[in-house]
């Protein structure tokens, strides 16, 4: 049974109050708040087990390397990946699509090779394949979705040419909440011998991942968005790829041996992360992911898919909101605009001074919004532990914005 009050209650931030009215939180598709375990985890860490890892021999060193290792197989039964080893230690989705880009594209690509991508793309997994076209001469190809937000699969497996070395493609809009079929898009890219990067940082928050059956070659994930710190992540590499990444970052921790004239690399992971890691964050990420799957993801994705349902019903109530896409499995996710002048900025002012928390601009994915013809929306991101009450609040705060802005 999936008890949200007791998984309210994991959350301290959502006793408090906002403008003098309870905190209604739906911009859990930016940063997701965090549970008390996390919380708890991240002092300790600080307050009793803080010290570096991997070099120390002290009692503290050691302690801290073993919870930090420990969160490598933690994300590695997250993903289903066969291996902990597998798992490179991130600062979030952005630096994993960045390392990918830089150690593992850039030394491959030539002028005129193409990385496939959808519009639905957020920033992340846009700009870094742009430095290779600026930098290299790639070519980027862009699938279309259709006026509901979806993309068809086939269309970027058909998208695959010759000269095609990646497809990049997001697991679900941050925008639109659209799902995509990245598993198809991946069996049909195999076939072609193409490798193909997923962008997990919605989807995994929104369900199950299992990456060997998504059979992806790159997974990238984020910790802030799945209840965990900023500052947090991780890049899953299928075995067939690891070998093939040079090192992203050169100093302390990636390397074997350095001598004047010669040095040689650790094995990866520990190749791919240099320096000293984002230790307590990412501890707290494991902490994080732990209550996830103590919860369980099904069950998450069950109880979000009802407040979907509800919310896209009462969305339908009132004509005079505009939501961006809507396919029958998206995600509790609701990007929307008001009849009239009023800006999505308006909007979000209105709804704060009731309490909620909304987001409102192009939320960094320009081209989908371009390809939608709207210069920024309003959007409505929900997560584990929102409730139908959440959305009634939300719904209330637009009828009083038609209020006043006509």
Known sequence: MYDIDAIRRDFPILARQVNGKPLVYLDNGASAQKPQV???????????????????????????????????????????????????????????????????????????????LTVLEHHANIVPWHFLRERQGVVLKWVECDANGAVDPQAVIDAIGPRTRLVAVTQMSNVTGTRVDVAAICAGARQKGVPVLVDGSQGAVHGPVDVQAIGCDFYAITGHKLYGPSGSGALYVAPERMGELRPFL?????????????????????????????????????????YLM?????????????????????????????????????????????????????????LDQRGIAVRAGTHCALPLLQHLGVGATCRASFGMYNTTDDVDALMSGLDLCRDLFG
Do not use: C
């Open 38 to 116: 996390v919380i708890d985890a991240v002092t300790q860490a600080y307050s009793l087990e803080y010290a570096n890892v991997h070099r120390g021999l002290h009692t503290l060193s050691t302690i801290a390397t073993e919870k930090y290792e420990a969160v490598r197989g933690t994300v590695a039964r997250f993903l289903n990946a066969s291996n902990p080893n597998n798992v490179i230690f991130t600062s979030g989705t952005t630096e994993a699509i960045n390392l990918v880009s830089y150690a593992w594209a850039a030394p491959r690509f030539a002028a005129g090779d193409e990385i496939v």
């Open 250 to 290: 050169g100093g302390g921790d990636m390397i074997e041996t350095v001598t004047r004239d010669t040095v040689t690399y650790a094995r990866p992971p520990l190749m791919l992360e240099a320096g000293t890691p984002s230790i307590v964050s990412q501890t707290g990420f494991g902490a994080a992911l732990t």
């Open 294 to 350: 103590g919860v369980g993801m099904p069950a998450i994705a069950e109880h979000e898919a009802a407040l979907r349902d509800y919310a896209r019903q009462e969305f339908s109530k009132r004509n005079w909101v505009k939501v961006q896409g809507d396919t029958p499995d998206k995600g509790a996710i609701f990007s929307f605009t008001l009849d009239g002048a009023a800006h999505a900025h308006d909007i979000s002012t209105v």
